[in-house]
């Protein structure tokens, strides 16, 4: 190697150096300590020789995740390839619901395509194609380095760059989460992981918890209907049972709003906002709860003005709730698809948030309900 060579890779080698200065490890190299299997037997994952092993018998939706929600950060690791390898690396991954969609995921790839793709090694998978393929597949071990900082994301493989995005101005990421778990996707080939570590990046959102714990139903109170019997705060599960209104006593114009929620079959309900008052005959909009495909207003529409494409949802399951509500917008998410995209509001006064029983005999929970002002 020349001197210039050697030059050349001075910087590289200290800018590594001070990652590795402020950096957490994430795996000890000897058991899952700090990482939790998701939709999989204890057996889909497991740690051979210093490293993290997908399991061939273990496949999809199965996911292993670690024990904390990361917002911005720079992550690295090692990952081993021989012969046909397909996994990826999940980010912002939710608690319930699809990682890959609700979040993100870094796909990794043993191939290397002449074209790039949205399903390509460091690919945004299945969204945006990498710059550039860089993978070592014939029984080596490859470093990836992922740096969010919403809203630039930035890949690294092979130390050169595969990424480099602002997601903000890309309509398919725009909405994704911005906080969530980490994780590694598992499709049965045994993909290898290890030198997993962490830096944590000073945070840039702020959320309005509005449900957490019973104590936030003081945030709370009980609009039309006067049910108080309709809801009930059962440990971090707020559940409605009946008929009646629960509103917000803090109000809001332009706004956020997030929630994991589950239904029992055919129920009914929905979040209201933009409510001017507990009076039902005020303004106000709903988007609907009705786990109905053939409803004219099924889950996820804009009750009366847009039936929202039916989403990935399945009977007493938890999914992802997304709503945002800018001047005349209206964008709602549920499992990480977008299934309304309205612009027509006319309703543009501040008003509390509400949450619907609409239907006595079936019931609604909902958990991790946050809004946060746009």
């Known amino acids: 190697m020349t001197r210039r060579q050697l030059l050349a890779l001075v910087p590289a080698a200290l800018d590594a150096q001070d990652r590795g200065a ?9 058991s899952l300590r700090g990482w939790r299997i998701q ?17 061939s018998s273990s496949n999809f939706p199965t996911w292993l995740r670690s024990e904390r929600q990361y917002e911005n950060f720079d992550f690295e690791c090692e990952f081993f390839v021989k012969g046909w390898i397909d996994s990826g690396v999940y980010l ?13 995921m870094v796909k990794l790839f043993h191939k290397r395509d002449e074209v790039m793709r949205p399903e390509s090694m460091g690919a945004i998978f299945p969204v945006v194609p990498p710059r550039l393929i860089n993978v070592k597949n014939q029984g080596e071990w490859n470093t990836l380095r992922i740096r969010m900082d919403w809203p630039r994301l930035q890949v690294w493989s092979n130390g050169e760059m595969a990424q480099d995005l602002d997601c903000d101005a890309i309509p398919e990421l725009r909405y994704r989460l911005r906080s969530g778990f980490l994780g590694f996707q598992s499709l049965s080939y045994p993909i290898r992981f290890r030198n997993i570590r962490i830096r944590e990046l000073p945070s840039q959102t702020e959320w309005n918890e509005l449900y957490t714990t019973p104590a936030d139903m003081a945030k709370w109170h009980v609009a039309e209907g006067k049910d108080a019997s309709t809801w009930e705060a059962i440990g971090g599960v707020l559940r409605a049972d009946g008929l009646g209104y629960l509103a917000t006593n803090e109000r ?7 929630a994991y929620v ?11 906002f933009r409510c001017h008052s507990d009076d039902p005959r005020d303004p106000r909009y709903e988007i609907q709860i009705h786990d109905v495909e053939g409803a004219v207003y099924p889950t996820g529409s804009l009750y009366g003005h847009r039936r929202a494409i039916y989403p ?12 945002f509500v800018k001047d005349r917008r209206c964008v709602v998410r549920i499992n990480g698809d977008t299934v309304v995209d309205y612009g027509e509001m006319d309703n543009l ?14 019931w609604i929970e909902y958990k991790d309900i946050r809004v946060q002002q746009l």
């Not at 402020?22 to 000897?30: A, I, K, Y």
């Not at 939709?39 to 997908?54: K, M, N, S, Y």
């Not at 589950?262 to 209201?272: D, E, F, I, M, Q």
């Not at 008003?351 to 006595?360: F, K, P, T, V």
């Open 22 to 30: 402020g950096s957490t490890p994430l795996f000890d190299g000897v």
């Open 39 to 55: 939709h999989g037997t204890e057996t889909a994952f497991h740690v051979d020789e210093g490293a993290i092993v997908v399991h």
């Open 92 to 104: 912002h991954a939710p608690e319930h619901g699809r990682p890959g969609e609700c979040g993100m």
């Open 252 to 258: 809001w114009r332009d706004f956020a709003l997030q």
């Open 262 to 272: 589950r239904a029992s079959k055919h129920s009914n309900g929905g979040v209201l």
């Open 312 to 323: 990935e949802i399945s009977s007493g399951e938890w999914y992802l709730l997304q709503l």
């Open 349 to 362: 006064a501040t008003g509390s948030i509400m949450l619907q029983a609409h239907r006595r005999g079936s």
